[in-house]
């Protein structure tokens, strides 16, 4: 019975087509009350001083907090697992709430009342005295001599600087033949935009601050809650239900913290905090815009002889997961060729930006554009063929990475790449669209990447699960990994149904996470939980089954290893007749006169090994130069994820992904009114979303591989999709207009100062 | 503030409700019918995640004042399902496509998608599209919403061919 490789119905579906399923703002108890948050009015600079004498006279206003109560305790708010060594914490560096202003719209004061009107009425009297300095916004800027310090613990405003070097660059530079390609590439702040926005709500129960919040790391923000208020880790619970999609924003500690100590101030009363979509743009993360600036020296047969980077991530105005993006796409540039001396050298700074976070890929979309339209400026200025450049220079099965020991455990890559070329005919269309005249003209493009699978060995990740049987031969399954809309219950339905040898609807899994029930996981980002968290089940369902043949064994007076479970039914090993049913051992094991125990397995899994994943994108597209438009002709992502657990649910991984790659490419990106810092485009409407009309029809495929350290030969995959699509359609327009851009999104706007430059206009 | 009565069908059943005169709709709906199916992703009509039918015609309730809904027809996501909860065509044709990944966003989708498999002619995906350009999605790039939407309408249309 092959369960694992099928397209199985997601086991939330029905809950969610029917409007059962329950997300955060669906459990608000009534008569909670509602807490507003006032945020500054200036990017940088103090408050000094509040009135809030018209704001108490607003009917219904419970209570007002500001930035000089809040206790005084700076912590961090990254979704990491914690590291027990001081070196290696996330930077903690804001308190519940700020007297030292470090954005737009950052968080000074909040008001708690009976209901939203009152909250919001109430925020909007509050009278505030700020010292002002003028906001810094460029990277530039910031780093300058005297520039004004943003946290006081890094005066001269860079987070973290980082290095490395791979053998000896400037020796490998002295080879004679070599050709010199330069290239300096950016990328923009984009938001995340899940649907539904960043919201919670927090109550008092049994001596406990309970937050119920849209999460997708439920058990690292009962850690950061414990450390902004200063309480035990036990004095904190948080329960996530099914979340409106999270893309790495809601791996971050977000209104939880504050709302977890608004609930103390009101006497453990229900306290909803709920930001708008505005907030959810302006006041959570966003993703790190970066410049890169890349040397290539190619042999003459396309060989890479050396490489160096040099990279700047805009951190915006707190630290967040800070320099771990910016070291992630760095450390990729290398992993993605690894041949030559490379060299790379990377900046964090603040700035009095919108703060940024994790983001799906975690710095390697950005550094993905960069590294993959780079490669075609090279084979541009070499004459060399793309597709020959990439295939003879990347990482192949067996590559240790020096750094951080990653290991090649599988690839199909070179499939991939060979299989988008058969799809698209790309190097025939190349040649041929590369002759091109006149206004509108077509294009083809590709990138590859290459992306790890959880964080090992920054972190050794645990995961854990748990297994109850029912006296009907079902079970419950918790999981301490998060079900965020990519399909995780499901494809850990799928796993203990194959391991133990029963039929999905005998698995119910517990889609709710509580971190007082729940078993410990530190939740969704990095790709890593089929991979991570896969392994977890697997083991519990081992030892499930086990247990469960144990006891049919006692029943029928046969030895154990003699036994099977097939299709819900106890067998001979290697045999079909069905001797029990799985019902008959469920229901004598719990109700049996002499030997009644209840079957249950718990079992956690670190995670001591990584592995890559790998895809392309190829496109077609036509480019309009007069009218400065581009039109996907045709897209395609192919995905060396491993064995694919869940054809079905796989593809729509991969089809979000190249959504959100897409628009990343040539609409998305936030702006700020270089004056005052302010988000201008802080909404729906002028954030340029794609809808299903600007999107084109998406193509998904898969090599599969079978990754020996995937607990079921999988690697990841809910990240990946996304990163090689800007650089592709950005190497598209070069094809079919000679015009290399070196920066996204490729808007009107962009491409008409691109072809302006280049007098195609 | 002025509270006023509104009497409307909501999933069949005439119903009066005490309003806010400044109430949205989808409060309304959400605060006191229950009908938690409708979601608020921007309290604007950007997103329509609140999407509902009035009088067979889908609006955002986000922005649909309460004090309009009087005498209409107004019909959710919980009013497809037969009262036994037997899915209808679309809501089964959102799980056997696909369409389905974070979920909060399907409510309105569904709703949204309600006159284009009711057509009496075929649509183009194109057409489809452009008709479900109200509604914001960030999972799913809409390919298996498209194709659930396409397939019930064609279904449909070959249902009535055969009758």
């Known amino acids: 019975m092959d369960i694992i490789g099928t397209s199985l119905k997601r086991v939330d579906a029905f809950d969610k087509v029917t409007g059962k399923a329950k997300y955060t703002p669906d459990l608000i108890p009534p008569h909670a009350l509602v807490a507003k948050v006032l945020h500054s009015t200036i990017a940088n600079g103090w408050v000094k001083e509040f009135d809030l004498s018209e704001a108490w006279k607003v009917e219904g206003v419970v209570d007002i907090v500001t930035c000089f109560d809040v206790p005084d305790i700076q912590f961090p708010t990254a979704g990491h697992p914690w590291s027990t060594d001081p070196k290696h914490q996330d930077i903690a560096d804001r308190k519940l709430l700020n007297a030292r202003v470090r954005c737009y719209a950052d968080d000074i004061a909040a008001v708690i009342a009976e209901d939203e009107l009152a909250a ?212 990729g540039f290398r992993m993605m060729y690894p041949v ?89 269309k190349r040649e041929e669209y590369a002759k091109q005249t006149g206004p509108i003209r077509k294009g083809v493009g590709m990138a590859i990447f290459c992306y790890k699978t959880g964080v090992y060995p920054i972190s050794l990740e645990t995961s854990a699960c748990r297994m109850v049987l029912n006296q009907d031969g079902s079970l419950q399954m918790q999981i301490g990994a998060t079900e965020i809309g990519q399909g995780a219950d499901t494809v850990f339905a799928m796993m203990a149904a194959q391991t133990i040898g029963l039929t999905m609807d005998k698995i119910h899994v517990v889609s709710k996470q509580d971190t007082d029930v729940t078993p410990y996981d530190t939740g969704a980002y990095a790709s890593r939980q089929t991979y991570v968290s896969g392994m977890a089940v697997k083991k519990t369902a081992e030892s499930f089954r086990k247990k469960l043949l144990e006891f049919a064994g006692f029943m029928l007076k046969k030895d154990p290893w003699d036994l099977d479970i097939k299709e819900n039914y106890i067998v001979h090993t290697n045999k079909d007749e069905h001797l029990l049913s799985v019902a008959d051992v469920a229901i004598e094991s719990c109700y049996s006169l002499t030997n009644s125990t209840h079957i249950a397995a718990e079992e956690s899994h670190h995670c001591t090994d990584n592995t890559y994943s790998f895809g392309v994108c190829y496109t077609e597209l036509e480019v309009d130069i007069p009218m400065c438009q581009i039109k996907i002709l045709d897209i395609i992502n192919i995905h060396d994820s491993g064995k694919i657990i869940n054809r079905q649910t796989a593809s729509g991984q991969v089809h979000g992904g190249m959504s959100m790659g897409l628009g990343y490419g040539m609409y998305e990106h936030l702006k700020f009114d270089p004056k005052t810092g302010r988000m201008l485009n802080d909404n729906l409407l002028d954030y340029k979303l794609m809808t299903a009309i600007d999107t084109p029809e998406l193509h998904a495929d898969f090599v599969e591989t079978d990754d020996p350290t995937g607990p079921y030969g999988n690697k990841s995959l809910g990240e990946p999709p996304t990163i090689p699509v800007a650089p592709a359609i950005r190497n598209a327009v070069l094809n079919a207009t000679g015009v290399a851009i070196n920066a996204i999104p490729l808007h009107p706007e962009r491409l008409f100062n691109a072809f302006t430059e280049a007098q195609l206009i | 503030m002025a509270k006023k009565d509104i009497t409307c069908t909501v999933n069949g059943k005439v119903r009066t409700y005490s309003v806010d005169v400044r109430e949205s709709l989808s409060d309304m709906l959400r605060g006191q019918a229950g009908l938690d199916s409708i979601k608020h992703g921007c309290d604007v009509g950007e997103c329509g995640a609140c999407t509902v039918l009035i009088d067979g015609k889908p609006f955002n309730s986000c922005i649909y004042m309460a004090i309009w809904a009087e005498g209409k027809e107004i019909i959710t996501l919980e009013g497809l399902s037969d009262t036994k909860g037997a899915l209808s065509d679309i809501q089964q044709a959102f799980i056997d496509e696909g369409a389905v990944q974070c979920g909060f966003c399907t409510p309105g989708f569904i709703m949204a998608s309600i006159p284009i498999i009711s057509s009496e002619t075929e649509s183009s995906r194109e057409e489809i599209r452009r008709q479900i350009s109200g509604n914001l999605c960030r999972c799913t790039g809409y390919e298996n919403i498209v194709n659930a939407i396409e397939k019930t309408q064609k279904k449909r249309i070959a249902e009535k061919k055969s009758k």
């Not at chain 1, 505030?128 to 946290?151: N, R, S, W």
């Not at chain 1, 791996?251 to 905090?273: F, K, M």
């Not at chain 1, 940024?356 to 780079?374: C, D, K, N, S, T």
């Not at chain 1, 084979?379 to 290991?407: E, F």
């Open chain 1, 120 to 331: 919001e009425e109430a925020v909007r009297k509050i009278k505030v005295t700020y010292e002002e300095f003028t906001p810094i916004l460029t990277m530039e800027d910031a780093m300058k001599e005297g520039a004004i310090t943003i946290h006081e613990e890094k005066p001269n405003n860079v987070v973290v600087k980082s290095a490395y070097e791979v053998g000896s660059f400037e020796e490998a530079i002295k080879e004679a033949g070599l050709t010199k390609v330069v290239g300096d590439y950016e990328t923009p702040i984009v938001s995340h935009c899940h649907i539904e926005s960043a919201n919670s709500f927090a109550y008092m129960e049994s001596g406990k601050i309970v937050v119920v919040s849209s999460t997708q790391i439920p058990h690292i923000v009962r850690r950061v809650c414990s450390q902004a208020l200063g309480v035990g880790f036990g004095d904190i619970r948080i329960i996530k239900p099914y979340i409106g999609g999270g893309f790495g924003n809601k791996q971050d500690a977000l209104t939880e913290p504050l709302n977890a100590y608004l609930t103390t101030r009101v006497g453990g009363r229900p306290v909803v905090l709920a930001y708008t979509r505005e907030e959810t743009f302006a006041c959570t993360r966003t993703r790190h815009a970066m410049k890169f600036h890349i040397e290539s020296y190619v042999r003459k047969d396309g060989s890479f002889a050396a490489r160096s980077i040099k990279a700047y991530s805009n951190q915006g105005a707190y630290a967040s997961h800070a320099h771990a993006l910016v070291a992630n796409a760095v450390n």
């Open chain 1, 340 to 428: 030559g001396a490379i060299k790379g050298e990377a900046y964090t700074v603040y700035t009095n930006l919108a703060t940024a976070g994790a983001m799906r890929a975690y710095g390697i979309p950005q550094i993905g554009f960069a590294l993959e339209a780079h490669v075609d400026d090279i084979a541009k200025q070499t004459g060399l063929d793309p597709l020959k450049l990439r295939t003879q220079n990347m990482m192949k099965l067996g590559y240790v990475d020096p750094m951080t020991t990653i290991t090649c455990h599988s690839t199909g890559l070179e499939e991939c790449i060979q299989r988008g070329e058969q799809y698209l005919s790309y190097t025939k």
